[in-house]
């Protein structure tokens, strides 16, 4: 995609170019928002098929419900990779993190409920026994989640999502209007389904750090949206006589090199993440990946064009001017 010049005439616009008379050169994003729009609906359309057919997402302990046990284990030269290769070498589906100074050898150790609670967590406390020696063991301490409560808690997460959207709506509106508060909580769901497509695309667990991954996507995503919008509004209020499709174009090639530096730098420290931060923070490092990347493709193909879009469809004046320049 090559930059086009505004003063090009064979450019789609057909308009006068900018009030101030200078040269701009500018990518046509939103020329292209069709096929961004697919390519979005792929991917969600994808996720919601697989959703399907496996019945559901692969849901973790906070959710299903389990036990959560902490256990010291005073076995010399142990740590957290031997503890879950034991498991693995067992085929038992254990999650495991270090609690305190790994020295310490504390361990969270949760697995689902296959029985009842006192059961799994009795027979949990013999096959450590048998592993390391009654003598090495000491349960300090366990936690029951039932599966109700998990319920209780993905309709919280829901709820959650759903106040953070609205107030993300409310905010953009008071800062801009509401077609720009419509385009960021729109983009905002696109970045949930496409987090979620790719959950159930890659059955990773969904358990809490799934939820705070999408979370701190949401924030991140419209903080980039906001720089965009807020470049297109500085632009409009100088250039009151340019057609907005033109001013939007300019205003997200004018931010792309600050959102693709920002989003590069991100993406890299958690991709670190990721590579070396274990398998506790496997899942969650992956879902930022994958946010990240949305989230800034979203800032660029879904928040604006959603937002030119509906200012097309109910500002009489803006549809009279783009249904004259062919747009």
Do not use: C
Request: overall charge positive; proline content about 2%; hydrophobic content about 50%.
């Amino acid at each position: 995609m090559q930059p086009q010049d505004l003063n090009n005439t064979k450019t789609a616009y057909n308009l006068k170019n900018t009030s101030d008379g200078q040269k701009y050169k500018f990518f046509r994003f939103l020329e292209i928002r069709w096929f961004a729009f697919a390519f979005s609906l792929l991917i969600i359309g994808t996720g919601i098929a697989f959703f399907l057919l496996k019945g559901g997402f692969n849901l973790g302990i906070d959710f299903k419900g389990g036990v959560k046990v902490d256990v010291n284990i005073n076995a010399p030269d142990i740590n957290i990779k031997k503890v879950r290769q034991i498991f693995i070498e067992n085929k038992m589906n254990a999650e495991i993190s270090t609690v305190g100074k790994p020295e310490e050898r504390n361990f969270m150790i949760s697995l689902p409920v296959s029985s009842s609670a006192t059961t799994e967590i009795d027979n949990l406390k013999s096959f450590l026994e048998k592993q390391f020696g009654a003598d090495k063991i000491l349960i300090r301490g366990s936690e029951v989640v039932e599966p109700k409560i998990g319920k209780a808690f993905a309709s919280r997460s829901f709820q959650l999502l759903t106040i953070v959207a609205v107030l993300i709506l409310v905010y953009v509106m008071f800062r801009f209007d509401f077609y720009y508060g419509a385009g960021a909580v729109l983009a905002l769901l696109h970045d949930t389904l496409v987090m979620l497509s790719f959950t159930a695309l890659l059955d990773i667990p969904v358990d809490i750090t799934v939820i705070a991954a999408i979370m701190t996507i949401l924030g991140y995503s419209v903080n980039d949206t906001i720089v965009v919008f807020d470049r297109i509004r500085e632009i409009a209020s100088t250039n009151k006589d340019e057609d907005l499709l033109l001013i939007m174009n300019r205003s997200i090639t004018q931010t792309l090199s600050r959102t693709i530096i920002t989003s590069l730098t991100t993406f890299l420290v958690v991709l670190a993440l990721f590579i070396w931060g274990g398998p506790v923070l496997h899942n969650f490092a992956l879902e930022l990946m994958i946010g990240i990347f949305f989230g800034t493709y979203s800032s660029i193909f879904i928040a604006s064009p959603i937002t030119y879009m509906l200012r097309r469809i109910f500002d009489k004046k803006l549809r009279k001017a783009t249904v004259k320049s062919g747009l």
